[in-house]
């Protein structure tokens, strides 16, 4: 069959069945990328004929003779169309994944469908924007440029320091699907992994005949529960081993979830691999299941794990617990409520959210050149990945390679192993490459979602408004194995409740496996949960009061100087007062609320207006490590080893800037290695926001010393044109006496000179934490006879400390907010007796670009004491505030408060006619 893409000739043979997108791809055209396999998403766009289609639903015996253009082939070579420059222009990105799709799709785009634009993108979805600079990129490219809008930092000029709005280096090849992600540079001869999945939400395997499964042409192993290593451990990922409980075996005999693992077929192809899966058999003894976290610790509930101990992290096995808080401050709060003049409470349920990177789970595995394990992942947290991997295996950590290349949207969801462990397993019993990737099925059923919990907040208060009492009891349900669950419970009850100066506060929460699938880590960390309960209620205190909502927190806020942390031995006194901006948020966000937007409800609409705030520690506790190195080449120029992992954060962008900015060099002379285990000692990982907080600092330190050293060197040198004070004649270290000074060096070796230059060290232990707030309001329209929500005016202010890339930071508010709003309003995965009713985007709807109103984004000035430059983290914090601020709205809209998230149309119609939100 013969075709043409990108204007070349093209002759293959599609096998029968086969889709477009999977022909595209094998014959090189990774720019064509895969979101879902079923048309949903967009990432897989081209054009066909000049129209665009989802190339995973066409099937590939259909295009003989006719011409594709992906998104490599929009532009002549080495240009770009005008929609990709103007997404490169306008921060039109973050992770990138559905950028070249989205390209594809806007590229066919005239000014007449400006105002359709809505439904001719609806198509494509994007999960890390937020829509608002893709929208402002398709007009600039159709109409020309446009100024952007609702913000306090405005786009600069692309120079290269902190401070200014550099583009990331990678953003003219992932505009046109260039830069590679994990399986964008296949392996020749690699096997295909497939994975047969329990149907049963509770069962003991009594046997498996894997006879027939062997026997088909191209298999080339069957792996059991009897063929991986006996050991326990979690897929979450952490620093310290032990802060996740030993629960899991690679493969079980036990399946304690519909969708866990039973049996891996890796096969010379995939369809051998999925028909060996079929041909398995395995009997079951079917056990009874528990799916309600409530009846899980009651007696007599089935146990999922009972011979778990303290030991292995689970506390209470015989009742399904694995870890409760229970804390007091401040001594008897039954009696501070009953001294209080009004008290007001509430139970919320939080929903699972599935994070829907649009890039899915995955991992390639070879034995390289050398005989070491080489692993490359769509992974945050290479460096603890092959940590762990070492530990299950026996391996020396010098054996084993991780690294991840740019990685399609991770939220929290990739800081677990979910299929290295398999692929090692393949690759070292096979001596084969290995390829293992995640459907998005395989997403819903197999990786981790946000965890549901029931949330009880009762607050007491003087008839003024200044709270008296608090107390929080928490319910989380972590599924069938408890990843990140007992961090996530911690957290939880952390920055939540520590927001607010209350004398007396109890605390009581606790965290129960049930036969669902599993919980895990998300972006907040749990703080989104608790946070909707305690702004909520606060809300129910203003309006009970009448006391205005911004005054309400001014009341009771914390401030500058407060006390972070308990009087109580057991806690570590990491927290600090490294700067402070709630005052300035409060003060943002209200303005712009009463500013308005112009933006008004149809009529009948009934209107009102919430607002939320969210404080959290600028990092994870109990140590997050970086190890960073800065060399000087011979040839002038830089290179920077870090080894956090770019997933669409922009923390690659901001480390050029710090390097830039220290060692007074433009952006173009600084390369970048990281993301791999090869390139440093040691990186705890891209999670808890600490790209900057702790990578940053640490790649700081390194560029510092690094030059330190070079003008040490120069005024020991006797060369008047690189002596010390030539370096700096100018005020800036220039290419030309740079590449002068590393020749002279170069030929007297001097200390720290190795092969490829002078090189410094930095490292970063991220033992203090400081504050960061965010404050969201908004305005909502709710038609009470539908139950429709629409946000009419969406804000966020935000205390990122000194902002080093105002377009990225805003990028992550509005990315933040815009997730919030869907996890708000409709985003939820729905389980029924543990299986996943709605396991693709068809049915799970993630927030598209008619959904997401553009959010006014407002930086406070503040410098902060502990980050580079003065910086805060600022990636996971923008969700927090966004439920509660949307749930007071609601409430203020209707006069019925909803409970249980997310405010969907069928509740918040229940709730506008007087019914309970909760029943049918
Ligand atoms: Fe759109 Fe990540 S940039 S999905």
Redesign the pocket.
């Known amino acids: 069959m013969k075709f043409d893409v990108n204007g070349a000739p093209v002759d293959a043979d599609p096998r029968a069945g086969q889709s477009l997108r999977t022909l595209l791809r094998e014959n090189g055209h990774t720019e064509v990328k895969k979101g879902c396999d079923a048309g949903d998403c967009g990432a897989c766009s081209v054009l066909l004929d000049g129209d665009p289609v989802h190339s995973c639903i066409i099937p590939a015996a259909r295009v003989a003779g006719r011409a594709i253009t992906t998104a490599a082939g929009l532009a002549p070579a080495g240009e770009l169309h005008p929609v990709q420059e103007a997404l490169v222009g306008s921060f039109g990105?973050?992770?990138?994944?559905?950028?070249p799709g989205m390209s594809v799709t806007a590229s066919t785009l005239c000014e007449s469908d400006l105002d359709d634009l809505d439904r001719r993108m609806k198509g494509n979805l994007?999960?890390?924007?937020g829509y608002r600079p893709i929208r402002e990129a398709i007009t600039a490219s159709v109409l020309g440029p446009v100024r952007t809008t609702g913000t306090s930092a405005a786009v600069e000029p692309n120079t290269s320091g902190v401070g200014r709005s550099v583009s990331p280096e990678a953003a003219r090849r992932v505009v046109q699907g260039l830069e590679p992600y994990t399986f964008d540079e296949p392996i020749t001869g690699a096997l295909t992994l497939r994975v047969l999945s329990s149907p049963h939400a509770h069962a003991r395997i009594t046997s498996i005949d894997t006879s027939a499964a062997e026997a088909v042409a191209g298999v080339v192993a069957v792996f059991t529960h009897l063929d991986v290593p006996d050991k326990r451990y979690s897929t979450g990922r952490h620093e310290h081993r032990e802060d996740d409980p030993d629960d899991t075996r690679m493969l079980d005999n036990v399946v304690r979830h519909i969708g866990q693992r039973v049996v891996a077929v890796v096969a010379e192809t995939a369809s051998a691999a999925e028909e060996a899966c079929r041909l398995v058999q395995v009997d079951y003894e079917v056990l009874p299941a528990v799916f309600d976290p409530e009846a899980a610790r009651l007696p007599g509930a089935p146990l999922l794990h009972p011979e778990r101990t303290p030991d292995e992290r689970v506390d209470e096995a015989h009742r399904n617990v694995i870890l409760s808080v229970h804390e007091n401050s401040g001594g008897d709060v039954a009696a501070a409520f009953a001294a209080s003049a009004v008290t007001v409470e509430g139970s919320w349920q939080t929903q699972r959210v599935s994070h829907a990177q649009?890039e899915t789970h995955g991992a390639m595995g070879y034995i390289d050149d050398d005989g070491r394990l080489v692993i490359r992942s769509s992974t945050q947290v290479p460096f603890l990945t092959r940590d762990e991997l070492c530990h299950i295996f026996d391996l020396d950590k010098d054996c084993v390679r991780v690294y991840a290349p740019r990685v399609?949207?991770g939220f929290g969801g990739k800081q677990e192993i979910f299929t290295e462990d398999l692929v090692t397993l393949a690759v070292l019993r096979t001596g084969r490459p290995v390829s293992y990737e995640f459907s998005r099925t395989d997403q819903f059923q197999r990786a981790a979602l946000r965890h549901p919990m029931r949330v009880k907040v009762t607050l007491g208060a003087t008839s003024d408004g200044i709270l008296t009492a608090m107390k929080v009891d928490v319910l989380s349900d972590t599924g069938a194995y408890g990843n990140h669950s007992r961090g996530v419970l911690f957290h939880s009850l952390a920055e939540s409740t520590t927001l607010y100066r209350v004398p007396a506060k109890q605390l009581d929460a606790e965290v129960v496996y049930t036969n669902n699938v599993p919980s895990g880590a998300f972006r907040g960390y749990g703080l989104g949960q608790v946070i909707l309960g305690v702004e909520s209620a606060m809300d129910m205190l203003a309006q009970r009061l009448d006391i205005d909502p911004f005054a309400l927190r001014r009341l009771n806020a914390v401030r500058e100087g407060d006390p972070l942390h308990p009087d109580d031995d057991k806690y570590e006194e990491d927290l600090i007062w490294g700067s402070y901006g709630l005052d300035q948020c409060l003060d943002l966000a209200e303005d712009a609320l009463r500013r308005g937007n112009g933006v008004d409800a149809p009529a009948g609409w009934q209107v009102g207006e919430g607002m939320a705030v969210a404080m959290i520690a600028t990092l994870a506790p109990r140590g997050h490590i970086s190890h960073t190195t800065a060399t000087l080449r011979p040839d002038g120029t830089y290179m920077l080893g870090v080894g956090t992992a770019e997933f669409?954060n922009g923390t690659t962008t901001v480390h050029r800037q710090i390097a830039a900015s220290v060692l007074e060099a433009s952006g173009d002379r600084v390369s970048l290695w990281s993301s791999d285990t090869d390139a440093v000692t040691h990186d705890t990982g891209a999670f808890a926001s600490a790209g900057i907080t702790v990578a940053g600092k640490a790649l700081y330190a390194a560029c510092l010393t690094l030059k330190e050293r070079m003008l040490q060197i120069a005024a020991t040198l006797t060369d008047t044109s690189v002596d010390s004070a030539s370096l700096r004649a100018d005020g800036i270290l220039t290419p030309v006496r740079l590449v002068a000074f590393t020749e002279v060096v170069a030929a007297a070796p001097a200390e720290h000179l190795t092969a490829d230059g002078l090189t410094a060290d930095g490292s970063e232990f991220g033992d203090l934490r400081s504050i960061a707030f965010n404050v969201h309001a908004v305005r909502v329209a709710v038609q009470p006879e539908t139950g429709i929500v629409r946000v009419l005016q969406s804000i966020q202010s935000a205390d990122a400390g000194v902002v080093l890339n105002p377009a990225q930071c805003r990028g992550q508010v509005e990315g933040g907010a815009a997730q919030g709003i869907g996890s708000a309003l409709y985003e939820e995965v729905m389980i029924d007796e543990g299986q996943v009713t709605n396991p693709v985007f068809r049915t799970y709807r993630v927030p598209q670009f008619a959904d997401v109103p553009d959010t006014e984004v407002y930086f406070a000035t503040t410098n902060d004491e502990l980050g580079p430059f003065g910086a805060k983290s600022m990636s996971e914090s923008p969700y927090n505030p966004v439920a509660p601020a949307i749930g007071n709205a609601i409430a203020r809209a209707i006069g019925a408060r909803p409970f249980e998230q997310p405010f969907s149309r069928d509740r918040v119609w229940r709730l506008a006619r007087g019914k309970s939100a909760l029943t049918s």
């Open positions: 990105f973050q992770c990138g994944f559905c950028t994007c999960r890390c924007t649009l399609g949207g669409g």
